[in-house]
């Protein structure tokens, strides 16, 4: 369905670099084995509608989104795939690291619909630490799985962030 154009609030165009260095850049890092079956909907729901681990962005601060999976165990590629991108942004846009947040996805850090945490997920921070870059943890939270979580169904997270979605994710 064709939106109308005249309905649409206006929005600063991406195609002016003064309007890109004003957003905050967040890399969403995903589990290559859970988006083999996941388009990643939630995660990028979540940093839309600031809610779950995104719940502490302003609403008023607009963010842009990229997200790459981890390249699969042990994880490794993420730090190529990520340092590549900090470089890319720097280079063409000069971006620097301190305005980049990486979310490692919810499904690789907590336990979840899909399973539990990734493995490697202390590897995975100390490979994206190696890059100077902001971690945290999750992405979008469902309410179920929290419920589960405090039930003892699935093993609790040490710092849950606020459940505020009832979806089937994690
Ligand atoms: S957190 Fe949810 S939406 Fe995001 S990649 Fe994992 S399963 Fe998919
Ligand atoms: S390293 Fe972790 S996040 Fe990456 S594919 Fe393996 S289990 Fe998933």
Known sequence: MQDNVADLPPVAPMSDPSNRLAHRVIVVVQCR???ERCPGYYCIRAAEERTGAMATYPSDT?????TLD???CCGRAVHRKLDLLCRT???K?????????VHLATCITHDNFHGPPCPHLDYLKALI???NLTIREGTHISQRAQSRRSEGIYMAHPEEPDAQSSEQSP
Not at 93 to 101: D, F, H, P
């Open 70 to 72: 981890c390249g699969g």
């Open 129 to 131: 630490g190696k890059l």
């Open 89 to 91: 942004l720097a280079k």
């Open 93 to 101: 846009e000069g971006l620097e690291r301190s305005q980049i947040t």
């Open 33 to 35: 084995l859970v988006v």
């Open 62 to 66: 607009p963010l842009r989104l990229f």
